[in-house]
C-alpha cells in the first residue's frame, strides 16, 4: 500500500528506493526526443512521469509494438502492458518492425532495468546464482531488451545500489554494453557504431561511461548518499568524476503523480525500501 509523499514529522519526504530512481530518470528525459522502453515496470513509469510533469512532447516506443501511445491519466492498476496502455498510439506493430526501426537509427534513447550489470555496461536479466539449465533463481529474460541494448543510440539503465547488482562477473549476459571494452568491441560482433549504454541510474547514484575506457565512471550522488557508502555497495571501483553531481531529490508533486496517476496501490512501487528525507534539503530525516 502507497504512503503519502509528506512524511509524519512536518517538513519531510517519505519515499521508496524504487520512487527515488523513477524521479531520477524522469530528471533526464529529453523533451522530442523517441525512447524504446520496455513494456511494464518502473522505467516505463519513470518515462510517464517525465511525459507528465515537464516533458509532454516525449515520444516512446514500447517493446511489443506500440509506437508513441498517449495513454490517459491515472492509468487503472495492471493496465501497463495491456491494450489500454496503448491509447491513441500512433501505429501498434510487433517486436520485430520496432525492432527493426531501432536497428535502423530511429530510437535515441533506450530504457531498461537490470537484475546485475558489469564495469562495462553489460547486464544479465535472465538468472542469479547456478547455471543456465539449473539456477537458483530464474527471471523473466530480456524479452525485447537485448535488441534494445544492442541498436539504440543511447541506453539508459536502472538498478538498485546493491553489491549484488554491481558485480565483477555477470552469471549471464543477457544484453551487451561495451563487452570488454577494448575499442570497436561492440562493432566486432556486429553492432552499430556509436551505439551504447550512456547511464546507469540508481536511488544512490548516476554513473556513465568514460569514452576511450569504456570503464563505468560516478557522475552524480543522491542528496542522501556519500560516496564512501555507494562505493561500498559495488563489487568493483568505478573510475570517479572530478566534480560529482548533486542529484534532485523526489518533489512531492512527483510522488503523488507516482502514487496517485502511475502506479495507483503501488503494485510495482510501494515494494522498495522506504526512506525519509527532509524536504528542503534531501538529506535523510532522523
Not at 498517449?70 to 491509447?87: D, E, V
Not at 548518499?225 to 518533489?251: N, Q, Y
Amino acid at each position: 500500500m502507497s504512503e503519502p509523499a509528506v512524511g509524519k514529522a512536518e517538513g519531510t519526504l517519505s519515499f521508496t528506493d524504487i520512487e527515488a530512481t523513477i524521479c531520477h530518470i524522469a530528471h533526464i528525459i529529453e523533451e522530442d526526443k523517441l525512447y524504446f522502453v520496455q513494456m511494464a515496470g518502473a522505467p516505463l513509469f519513470a518515462l510517464l512521469l517525465a511525459k507528465r510533469l515537464r516533458a509532454p512532447g516525449v515520444g516512446y516506443v514500447v517493446e511489443e509494438g506500440a509506437v508513441a501511445p498517449n495513454p490517459i491519466f491515472p492509468l487503472p492498476r495492471m493496465m501497463l502492458g495491456a491494450s489500454r496502455s496503448h491509447y491513441r498510439a500512433v501505429a501498434w506493430t510487433s517486436m520485430n518492425m520496432v525492432d527493426a526501426h531501432a536497428a535502423l537509427g530511429f530510437m535515441d534513447y533506450g530504457l531498461l532495468a537490470a537484475l546485475q550489470i558489469d564495469q562495462f555496461g553489460n547486464f544479465n536479466s535472465t538468472f542469479i546464482g547456478g547455471t543456465y539449465d539449473h539456477p537458483e533463481r530464474r527471471f523473466g529474460g530480456p524479452g525485447g531488451a537485448n535488441e534494445i541494448a544492442s541498436q539504440c543510440w543511447r541506453t539508459l539503465i536502472m538498478t538498485k545500489q546493491q553489491k549484488r547488482k554491481f558485480v565483477h562477473k555477470l552469471d549471464f549476459m543477457s544484453s551487451p554494453g561495451y563487452l570488454d571494452g577494448t575499442p570497436g568491441a561492440r562493432e566486432r560482433v556486429g553492432l552499430p557504431s556509436g551505439t551504447g549504454p550512456y547511464r546507469v541510474i540508481t536511488e544512490d547514484a548516476m554513473f556513465g561511461f568514460d569514452d576511450e575506457t569504456r570503464q563505468m565512471r560516478l557522475i552524480g550522488l543522491a542528496p542522501w548518499a556519500t560516496l564512501e557508502g555507494v562505493l561500498a555497495e559495488m563489487e568493483f571501483e568505478p573510475l570517479i568524476a572530478d566534480k560529482l553531481e548533486r542529484m534532485k531529490a523526489p518533489s512531492e508533486e512527483e510522488l503523488n503523480i507516482i502514487r496517485a496517476e502511475i502506479d495507483p496501490g503501488g503494485f510495482s512501487t510501494s515494494r522498495g525500501k522506504w526512506m525519509t528525507v527532509d524536504a528542503a534539503t534531501g538529506l535523510r530525516a532522523g
